[in-house]
C-alpha cells in the first residue's frame, strides 16, 4: 500500500492569531452600487448596508433621496455626509437612488414608483416591509411626495430641508399616519417659512410633527451631518415603535 505524503505547511504564529482575531468580527460593512430596471427605464442606486449584515435577518431601512440635480455625484455626497456612518453603526439599510435619465423624483422620475419599492422589498428582508423615507433639498421634496403617493410602505417622513410642495387637502392626509420631521437652517429664510407653515397645517389637523430651525445654519445644515446625524436615526426609531398611528 503507498501513501501520498504532503508536506507539513508551517504558519507563522503572527498569521494564525490575525485570522482568529478576523474571524471573531463582524463582517464590514458595504456600499453597494446597483442598477436596476424599472418598466424600461434604468435606475442607479446605492445600498448601504449595516455592519456584520447578514441576508437572512429583518433590518429597519431608509429610502433618501439626494438634492440638487440628484444625480450620482449628488448621491455619493449624501450617502458620506448624512447617512453611512449612523446605518453601519445602528444596523440600518439605506437606499439611495439617482433620478432617471436626469428626471427629479418628485417630477417625472417618480415613474419608477411604486415598483422600485417592491423591488427593494423582494431583494432586502425589510422590518414590516416599511421604510422611512427622508431627503435632502429637492430630495426632501421627493421624500414628501412620493410618502404622500405611497403611504402605505412608509413609517415616517423626513425633510432636511423638505416639504410637501403640493399640499392638496389629499394629499396632506395621505400623511395622517406617519411621523412628520422637518428641517429648515435659520438662514434659508424661504424654505425656513415653507416648512413652518406647512408645519402648523398638519398639527392642525392632528397629525405628528416636528419642526426644527437649524441655528446658525444655512440650506446645507451641517448640524446633520456625520455624527449629527444621530439626530435622524433617533426619530427613525421613535416613528417605528410607537409615533404612528
Request: charged fraction near 20%; proline fraction near 7%; include cysteine.
Amino acid at each position: 500500500m503507498s501513501y501520498c505524503l504532503w508536506p507539513r505547511l508551517r504558519i507563522p504564529a503572527a498569521v494564525a492569531i490575525a485570522a482568529v482575531m478576523l474571524l471573531g468580527q463582524p463582517l464590514a460593512a458595504e456600499v453597494l452600487d446597483k442598477i436596476a430596471d424599472i418598466s424600461g427605464t434604468k435606475l442607479q442606486y446605492k445600498v448601504i448596508l449595516p455592519n456584520g449584515y447578514d441576508p437572512a435577518k429583518a433590518y429597519p431601512a431608509i429610502l433618501a433621496f439626494p438634492g440638487g440635480p440628484q444625480a450620482m455625484s449628488m448621491v455619493e455626497g449624501t450617502v458620506a455626509r448624512n447617512w453611512r456612518e449612523q446605518a453601519e453603526s445602528l444596523g440600518y439599510i439605506v437606499i439611495v437612488p439617482a433620478a432617471p435619465n436626469g428626471d427629479l423624483f418628485f417630477e417625472e422620475g417618480d415613474r419608477v414608483f411604486p415598483a422600485f419599492i417592491v423591488k427593494l422589498l423582494g431583494d432586502f428582508k425589510i422590518l414590516q416591509n416599511k421604510f422611512h423615507i427622508a431627503g435632502v433639498s429637492n430630495g426632501g421634496l421627493s421624500a414628501f411626495h412620493i410618502a404622500s403617493l405611497y403611504p402605505q410602505y412608509f413609517w415616517s417622513v423626513t425633510g432636511l430641508p423638505g416639504f410637501l410642495d403640493e399640499a392638496t387637502p389629499e394629499r396632506m392626509r395621505a400623511l395622517a399616519k406617519m411621523c412628520i420631521y422637518m428641517y429648515a437652517g435659520e438662514m434659508d429664510p424661504g424654505w425656513l417659512r415653507s416648512e413652518r407653515e406647512e408645519a402648523g397645517k398638519f398639527r392642525g389637523q392632528g397629525f405628528t410633527v416636528e419642526f426644527n430651525e437649524e441655528k446658525g445654519q444655512g440650506h446645507v445644515m451641517r448640524t446633520l451631518e456625520g455624527p449629527g446625524a444621530a439626530r435622524l436615526f433617533k426619530q427613525f426609531e421613535q416613528a417605528r415603535q410607537g409615533c404612528s398611528k
